[in-house]
């Protein structure tokens, strides 16, 4: 028992310091109304384990504080996060619906954030738009990527059997 919990502790750890360090090394392709933030990749990692909901939600966070993000951005990008992340995790038992609860969350609530915390000109719907675009060549593209790449070897690397 013991080993499990250090075991899923070092794993979210893992997932939020790598989620950290791919926003805040992309971060000009990572924040503002056209954003493809390629550490959203990573939201598909609860298809392999659970310990990747709090990797991704504290990366997030982490990533939005280190870059200065708007308090609202902050507590919102991060829920944001915690919601897809989850969502994933319930649809686990399907691959190719894992991307979507992500691609979802963010592309419903972020919008509103950069509206309201940044006062951005443009309306919601085209920020829903441009925002989800964004999510789908990270998550639905690049996350698939990573999912199938990753899925012979989760066994090792998570120490699961999804």
């Not at 000009?28 to 939600?57: D, H, K, M, W, Y």
């Not at 441009?130 to 990527?145: C, N, Q, S």
Request: net charge positive; aromatic share 10%; glycine share 6%.
């Amino acid at each position: 028992m013991k080993n499990k919990t250090v075991r899923y502790i070092t794993t979210a750890a893992i997932i939020a310091a790598l989620y950290t360090a791919i926003t805040v090394l992309a971060a000009p392709i990572s924040f503002s109304v056209f954003q493809v933030r390629v550490s959203e990749a990573l939201c598909i990692l609860p298809f392999f384990t659970p310990a990747a909901i709090p990797g991704v939600t504290v990366g997030c966070l982490l990533a939005n504080i280190i870059s200065g993000a708007a308090i609202w951005d902050v507590i919102f990008g991060t829920l944001a996060t915690l919601i897809g992340a989850v969502g994933s995790y319930l649809l686990r038992k399907n691959k190719w619906l894992v991307p979507i609860p992500p691609i979802l969350s963010n592309t419903i609530i972020i919008p509103w954030v950069l509206k309201l915390a940044y006062h951005l000109d443009d309306t919601v719907p085209f920020m829903m738009l441009t925002v989800g675009v964004g999510e789908i060549l990270a998550i639905y593209v690049l996350g698939m990527i990573l999912l199938l790449a990753l899925e012979k070897a989760a066994p090792k690397i998570f120490g699961t059997n999804n």
